[in-house]
């Protein structure tokens, strides 16, 4: 079950630290802020 969610002892990638999952946290957040906002634009202009 570890290697099917890429946490196998062989990773190539590198480890991220705690800023860098903070970054890419926010970076995934504001993707969806937008999202909800143009979806609600979208139904608001077809209502």
């Known amino acids: 079950?570890?290697?099917f969610?890429?946490?196998?002892?062989n990773s190539t990638k590198a480890e991220m630290s705690f800023i860098d999952h903070l970054e890419?946290?926010?970076?995934?957040?504001?993707?969806?802020?937008?999202?909800?906002?143009v979806g609600a634009i979208v139904i608001f202009i077809y209502r």
């Open 1 to 3: 079950m570890a290697a």
């Open 5 to 9: 969610f890429g946490r196998g002892g």
């Open 24 to 37: 890419e946290l926010r970076g995934h957040i504001v993707r969806s802020v937008l999202a909800v906002m």
